[in-house]
């Protein structure tokens, strides 16, 4: 097995070189990422190294690090051509950087062989106006700076000001920072807001050599690290090496552009004016997002009603059990599988009366959250030491590895209507037409079918019954509901009421056709075929997170119930979910977030057409399609604050768990 | 922090065989005659009922599977359930390969897209892991937290100004200065897929920061006082120590990440969107499917060769994606 692996992997990795000489796009790609990695990794082992010097070769890690700052500058200024003589032939890209380097290192090797603070002082004041001095001296009369003076000024007190605060917050003297800050703000007021060019070779030396007195002033207030103090600054240096880069991604590819996103929200859609708030409220009083008007459709929707009567046997079992054991609701009792069930039937009942993308997008969490979580907690708990177990589990999981797009595909073959006068070739349709079939027609099948769902009622029934004598009304509630459900879809299957069920059509002369349903296009209800979708995603999600916690359930706690006498739904109820509360949390938080940001199925499917528009699709037609960015921002951080209380949750939970 | 990751997959002894030996039910109630038939009959509910979803949930990738080698005429007329071997074609592959929608070049895109986007996140989330893991320094914790918090933020929230930024690079004006200091020059990056990789390295980065954070700091803390005392600087421990041992959670992100850039269709829209030349599988299904039609007796085949790769890597790696899920989601 492990030969066959690895030999598998080199026929691939062959494979794949083969490839890459092959084809140009693979290519081109290899190259590039090739070099970028080896670019980066040798910046990065660089500093490694440059920092490995910082314990026992202070000197030779001041000389270089000095050298790298001064080789920096040099690539700017001449990189820029900025500088004189830069910009003719490669003899030039040389020349700059080895000047800085050769300039700035030996300042800090000045620095670093030096403990006398009265020398100290000399070598770096003088140094840097030696340097400022040379920088002023070549600057190309093209770029010698007109002074700005009211630029100058407010620029160098805010980057004094700016300075002074950090050092303060740092617990450091104010005047380090001030100085720093300040001949940064020098440099931008006297470079930045100038015009270039209109200024002489005295204010190009003033520019200079200001910022460089500076500097100078704060590198003689250093002096150099004891062992301890490089011990420190090695650790500090190392967190910012290890922990920069990722910190600079997360800056630069998602904290930036979402404060960018809040500010271009409140602009209009060509982010010219400023608008306040009025891409907000114009989603919240758009019928499209919003529309209440028939709100009171939801008392005679079926799911509502189903979900009334399951809360008000709820409600009737919970009474009745108060009398018999003084707790009315308790985990475990039979009261809270119709509450949760009855709740959330009503919930869908209101959501098929209001329409608007939010509605859909509040449907969406509701519906795939609850069901994604039960079913796969249902499967976790049906497979768990069962056999075929890992087979089963598998077939669940797999529809994660697919991508939405793709999902979306195999579903809609699913659900794909065709004519009713020719063969169904969607699955669901060709089931439900079958049943209309079934249930309108008078043959061998009709009969037996009917037989099949009569044997179930009084099946259940006879259990409803036992549950009822045995063990009182409690343990009745669930084959009772049950009972009912078939009870009531045997009726009318033979017709006693209505004309029979499934996908058929009484014409009024009598004669009985096929009827599909067209699920994708159906408002409301093709929002949940669409999340029906989802579902069948992200089960095998929670299933393999509670499965996992199903099983790091303490064996003795089960051992001890069962001793105790419990039943299985017992041990399920009383010791299984208390022990994993927590992870349902998890994963229903989970489910939240990745439910509100929804895109793919909608975009793929239907477009956001038909009635089941959602947040995620709108923002991208609104932001990409319509070019309507203020929108578009809009909409993206209402997605945001959608998620913002699962993100304080989680912030939370980690700062309870350390 | 260790997140302990019991055994996902235990096979039970017991075959499904005899549904009297499966345990479900109420083990008290045993009473004679034909009520113990019937309850017999209710214990293989919970089985019955396991193994009747596992169809449902394998039905609709199977009916795609099936359809992809019928003709037009074939999926157009019958369902998939009434297959006859004689209608067998391979036509809808050669079909997709071929002239009419070239999704050979969409797989080159797609691996383009997937395989540096997992490779280069690794590098940079390990660096940070083990900073957050092994370096002390101040505000650590806060830092960390603060770093995964972002793990539930909505990548929509982030897509107009990297837009805007691949499209013109990214300026600062300075109010009072009136001057424009350019931060990020233009690098012509609009529909590349250098700007996806940059896309997909930034929003995997909370994730895989707290995914290699949970085992790297589970790692033992003599060892990392043993190579500390030895004069090994963090360099060192971080490249020679905690690498090695890290590999299988780092083949956990590496797969989860590569189903995630694989599988993408939000990011590639946006940043490559109409450059047909680096359109990725998604994109290019999603467009068929968006054809009224006019392409679906090839889409079931297209859809199944865009969905292979990623059920391979899935079969084959199962345990170690599991793995990944779990430490992702759950805290030990």
Same mark, same amino acid.
């Given at each position: 097995?492990?030969?066959?692996?690895?030999?598998?992997?080199?026929?691939?990795?062959?494979?794949?070189?083969?490839?890459?000489?092959?084809?140009?796009?693979?290519?081109?790609?290899?190259?590039?990422?090739?070099?970028?990695?080896?670019?980066?990794?040798?910046?990065?082992?660089?500093?490694?190294?440059?920092?490995?010097?910082?314990?026992?070769?202070?000197?030779?890690?001041?000389?270089?690090?000095?050298?790298?700052?001064?080789?920096?500058?040099?690539?700017?200024?001449?990189?820029?051509?900025?500088?004189?003589?830069?910009?003719?032939?490669? /003899?030039?890209?040389?020349?700059?950087?080895?000047?800085?380097?050769?300039? /700035?290192?030996?300042?800090?090797?000045?620095?670093?062989?030096?403990?006398?603070?009265?020398?100290?002082?000399?070598?770096?004041?003088?140094?840097?106006?030696?340097?400022?001095?040379?920088?002023?001296?070549?600057?190309?009369?093209?770029?010698?700076?007109?002074?700005?003076?009211?630029?100058?000024?407010?620029?160098?007190?805010?980057?004094?000001?700016?300075?002074?605060?950090?050092?303060?917050?740092?617990?450091?003297?104010?005047?380090?920072?001030?100085?720093?800050?300040?001949?940064?703000?020098?440099?931008?007021?006297?470079?930045?807001?100038?015009?270039?060019?209109?200024?002489?070779?005295?204010?190009?030396?003033?520019?200079?050599?200001?910022?460089?007195?500076?500097?100078?002033?704060?590198?003689?207030?250093?002096?150099?690290?004891?062992?301890?103090?490089?011990?420190?600054?090695?650790?500090?240096?190392?967190?910012?090496?290890?922990?920069?880069?990722?910190?600079?991604?997360?800056?630069?590819?998602?904290?930036?552009?979402?404060?960018?996103?809040?500010?271009?929200?409140?602009?209009?859609?060509?982010?010219?004016?400023?608008?306040?708030?009025?891409?907000?409220?114009?989603?919240?009083?758009?019928?499209?997002?919003?529309?209440?008007?028939?709100?009171?459709?939801?008392?005679?929707?079926?799911?509502?009603?189903?979900?009334?009567?399951?809360?008000?046997?709820?409600?009737?079992?919970?009474?009745?059990?108060?009398?018999?054991?003084?707790?009315?609701?308790?985990?475990?009792?039979?009261?809270?599988?119709?509450?949760?069930?009855?709740?959330?039937?009503?919930?869908?009942?209101? /959501?098929?009366?209001?329409?608007?993308?939010?509605?859909?997008?509040?449907?969406?969490?509701?519906?795939?959250?609850?069901?994604?979580?039960?079913?796969?907690?249902?499967?976790?708990?049906?497979?768990?030491?069962?056999?075929?177990?890992?087979?089963?589990?598998?077939?669940?999981?797999?529809?994660?590895?697919?991508?939405?797009?793709?999902?979306?595909?195999?579903?809609?073959?699913?659900?794909?209507?065709?004519?009713?006068?020719?063969?169904?070739?969607?699955?669901?349709?060709?089931?439900?037409?079958?049943?209309?079939?079934?249930?309108?027609?008078?043959?061998?099948?009709?009969?037996?079918?009917?037989?099949?769902?009569?044997?179930?009622?009084?099946?259940?029934?006879?259990?409803?019954?036992?549950?009822?004598?045995?063990?009182?009304?409690?343990?009745?509630?669930?084959?009772?509901?049950?009972?009912?459900?078939?009870?009531?879809?045997?009726?009318?299957?033979?017709?006693?009421?209505?004309?029979?069920?499934?996908?058929?059509?009484?014409?009024?002369?009598?004669?009985?056709?096929?009827?599909?349903?067209?699920?994708?296009?159906?408002?409301?209800?093709?929002?949940?075929?669409?999340?029906?979708?989802?579902?069948?995603?992200?089960?095998?999600?929670?299933?393999?997170?509670?499965?996992?916690?199903?099983?790091?359930?303490?064996?003795?706690?089960?051992?001890?119930?069962?001793?105790?006498?419990?039943?299985?739904?017992?041990?399920?109820?009383?010791?299984?979910?208390?022990?994993?509360?927590?992870?349902?949390?998890?994963?229903?938080?989970?489910?939240?977030?990745?439910?509100?940001?929804?895109?793919?199925?909608?975009?793929?499917?239907?477009?956001?057409?038909?009635?089941?528009?959602?947040?995620?699709?709108?923002? /991208?037609?609104?932001?990409?399609?319509?070019?309507?960015?203020?929108?578009?921002?809009?909409?993206?951080?209402?997605?945001?604050?959608?998620?913002?209380?699962?993100?304080?949750?989680?912030?939370?939970?980690?700062?309870?768990?350390? | 922090?260790?997140?302990?990751?019991?055994?996902?997959?235990?096979?039970?002894?017991?075959?499904?065989?005899?549904?009297?030996?499966?345990?479900?039910?109420?083990?008290?109630?045993?009473?004679?005659?034909?009520?113990?038939?019937?309850?017999?009959?209710?214990?293989?509910?919970?089985?019955?009922?396991?193994?009747?979803?596992?169809?449902?949930?394998?039905?609709?990738?199977?009916?795609?599977?099936?359809?992809?080698?019928?003709?037009?005429?074939?999926?157009?007329?019958?369902?998939?359930?009434?297959?006859?071997?004689?209608?067998?074609?391979?036509?809808?592959?050669?079909?997709?390969?071929?002239?009419?929608?070239?999704?050979?070049?969409?797989?080159?895109?797609?691996?383009?897209?997937?395989?540096?986007?997992?490779?280069?996140?690794?590098?940079?989330?390990?660096?940070?892991?083990?900073?957050?893991?092994?370096?002390?320094?101040?505000?650590?914790?806060?830092?960390?937290?603060?770093?995964?918090?972002?793990?539930?933020?909505?990548?929509?929230?982030?897509?107009?100004?990297?837009?805007?930024?691949?499209?013109?690079?990214?300026?600062?004006?300075?109010?009072?200065?009136?001057?424009?200091?350019?931060?990020?020059?233009?690098?012509?990056?609009?529909?590349?897929?250098?700007?996806?990789?940059?896309? %997909?390295?930034?929003?995997?980065?909370?994730?895989?920061?707290?995914?290699?954070?949970?085992?790297?700091?589970?790692?033992?803390?003599?060892?990392?006082?043993?190579?500390?005392?030895?004069?090994?600087? %963090?360099?060192?421990?971080?490249?020679?120590?905690?690498?090695?041992?890290?590999?299988?959670?780092?083949?956990?992100?590496?797969?989860?990440?590569?189903?995630?850039?694989?599988?993408?269709?939000?990011?590639?829209?946006?940043?490559?969107?109409?450059?047909?030349?680096?359109?990725?599988?998604?994109?290019?299904?999603?467009?068929?499917?968006?054809?009224?039609?006019?392409?679906?007796?090839?889409?079931?085949?297209?859809?199944?060769?865009?969905?292979?790769?990623?059920?391979?890597?899935?079969?084959?790696?199962?345990?170690?994606?599991?793995?990944?899920?779990?430490?992702?989601?759950?805290?030990?």
């Amino acid at each position: 097995m492990e030969y066959a692996r690895i030999a598998a992997g080199f026929v691939l990795v062959l494979g794949l070189v083969y490839w890459a000489f092959v084809e140009p796009k693979i290519r081109t790609t290899f190259v590039t990422v090739v070099i970028a990695v080896a670019a980066s990794a040798g910046i990065w082992i660089g500093a490694n190294l440059l920092f490995d010097q910082v314990r026992v070769h202070w000197t030779r890690f001041m000389v270089i690090a000095s050298a790298v700052v001064g080789a920096i500058v040099g690539i700017v200024l001449h990189g820029n051509l900025v500088t004189i003589g830069s910009g003719e032939g490669f /003899f030039t890209w040389v020349v700059g950087p080895l000047a800085g380097a050769a300039a /700035f290192g030996a300042l800090g090797y000045g620095l670093a062989v030096t403990d006398d603070p009265s020398r100290r002082r000399a070598i770096a004041i003088g140094g840097s106006l030696a340097i400022g001095a040379v920088i002023g001296l070549v600057i190309r009369d093209t770029y010698h700076p007109e002074f700005d003076a009211v630029a100058i000024v407010v620029s160098t007190a805010i980057g004094a000001a700016l300075g002074a605060g950090i050092s303060l917050l740092g617990k450091k003297a104010p005047v380090r920072g001030a100085l720093t800050g300040g001949a940064i703000g020098w440099i931008a007021g006297a470079w930045g807001g100038a015009d270039l060019g209109d200024g002489s070779l005295a204010t190009s030396l003033i520019a200079a050599l200001v910022p460089a007195a500076l500097i100078g002033v704060r590198l003689a207030m250093t002096s150099n690290p004891d062992y301890r103090a490089r011990l420190v600054l090695d650790n500090r240096s190392r967190a910012t090496i290890f922990i920069g880069p990722a910190l600079l991604f997360i800056l630069v590819m998602l904290v930036i552009p979402a404060v960018r996103t809040l500010y271009l929200s409140l602009l209009d859609d060509d982010s010219e004016d400023f608008v306040r708030l009025e891409n907000y409220t114009s989603v919240f009083t758009d019928r499209n997002s919003l529309d209440l008007d028939n709100w009171t459709n939801m008392f005679t929707s079926i799911p509502f009603i189903i979900g009334m009567v399951l809360l008000g046997i709820a409600v009737i079992v919970g009474v009745t059990m108060k009398q018999r054991t003084g707790r009315a609701v308790e985990v475990g009792n039979p009261t809270v599988a119709p509450l949760v069930f009855g709740a959330l039937l009503v919930a869908f009942g209101a /959501f098929t009366a209001m329409r608007g993308t939010l509605i859909n997008n509040l449907w969406w969490v509701v519906v795939v959250t609850f069901l994604s979580t039960a079913l796969g907690l249902a499967i976790a708990v049906l497979a768990d030491q069962r056999g075929g177990e890992r087979f089963a589990k598998s077939i669940i999981f797999m529809p994660m590895a697919i991508s939405l797009v793709g999902a979306s595909i195999i579903w809609r073959f699913v659900y794909t209507a065709r004519d009713t006068s020719t063969e169904q070739t969607g699955v669901l349709n060709a089931l439900w037409v079958g049943l209309g079939r079934l249930s309108t027609g008078s043959g061998l099948p009709t009969l037996i079918f009917g037989a099949a769902i009569l044997l179930a009622l009084i099946g259940l029934l006879m259990v409803c019954a036992r549950m009822l004598v045995r063990y009182g009304p409690g343990r009745a509630v669930v084959p009772g509901i049950a009972a009912i459900f078939v009870g009531w879809f045997f009726i009318r299957y033979v017709g006693i009421i209505g004309t029979g069920v499934g996908g058929h059509r009484v014409a009024e002369d009598g004669t009985v056709s096929a009827e599909t349903v067209f699920f994708v296009q159906e408002t409301p209800y093709n929002n949940f075929w669409l999340m029906v979708i989802f579902i069948w995603i992200q089960t095998g999600f929670a299933m393999v997170i509670l499965s996992a916690a199903i099983k790091a359930v303490p064996t003795e706690l089960i051992e001890a119930a069962k001793i105790d006498g419990a039943t299985s739904s017992q041990v399920f109820w009383r010791v299984t979910l208390p022990q994993i509360a927590t992870t349902i949390g998890v994963v229903v938080t989970t489910l939240i977030v990745g439910v509100m940001k929804v895109f793919d199925i909608v975009k793929v499917t239907t477009n956001g057409q038909f009635g089941s528009q959602v947040l995620a699709n709108q923002m /991208f037609q609104e932001a990409f399609g319509f070019t309507n960015t203020g929108k578009g921002a809009a909409l993206a951080i209402l997605i945001f604050v959608a998620v913002l209380p699962v993100m304080i949750y989680n912030i939370r939970r980690m700062q309870r768990e350390g | 922090m260790s997140t302990v990751v019991p055994p996902v997959v235990q096979e039970s002894g017991e075959g499904p065989s005899d549904p009297s030996t499966v345990v479900g039910g109420d083990d008290r109630d045993k009473p004679a005659g034909p009520i113990n038939r019937i309850y017999a009959f209710l214990r293989s509910i919970p089985t019955g009922i396991l193994w009747l979803l596992v169809i449902v949930w394998s039905i609709p990738t199977l009916g795609l599977f099936v359809n992809s080698f019928r003709d037009r005429d074939a999926q157009r007329s019958t369902g998939w359930w009434k297959v006859s071997p004689g209608e067998l074609t391979l036509d809808n592959y050669d079909e997709i390969f071929g002239a009419r929608q070239g999704l050979g070049q969409s797989l080159l895109n797609s691996a383009a897209i997937a395989i540096p986007a997992t490779i280069i996140p690794i590098a940079i989330a390990a660096f940070a892991a083990y900073g957050f893991a092994w370096i002390d320094f101040k505000g650590r914790k806060a830092l960390f937290i603060a770093t995964v918090a972002l793990l539930a933020i909505p990548l929509q929230v982030a897509l107009i100004p990297l837009l805007q930024m691949f499209n013109n690079g990214a300026s600062l004006t300075l109010p009072l200065l009136d001057s424009t200091i350019v931060l990020i020059p233009d690098f012509n990056l609009a529909g590349t897929t250098t700007a996806t990789w940059l896309t %997909h390295t930034g929003f995997a980065m909370p994730f895989a920061i707290f995914l290699l954070h949970n085992y790297i700091s589970s790692l033992p803390k003599d060892l990392f006082e043993a190579a500390r005392i030895d004069g090994a600087a %963090h360099f060192t421990i971080f490249w020679r120590l905690v690498l090695p041992l890290s590999i299988p959670v780092l083949a956990a992100f590496a797969i989860f990440q590569f189903l995630w850039t694989w599988n993408d269709y939000l990011i590639a829209n946006t940043m490559i969107g109409a450059n047909a030349s680096s359109q990725p599988t998604t994109i290019l299904i999603a467009n068929l499917a968006g054809d009224f039609g006019r392409n679906e007796d090839i889409l079931p085949a297209a859809a199944f060769v865009q969905s292979f790769i990623p059920i391979i890597v899935f079969f084959a790696l199962q345990r170690y994606f599991v793995r990944g899920i779990l430490a992702g989601s759950v805290k030990g």
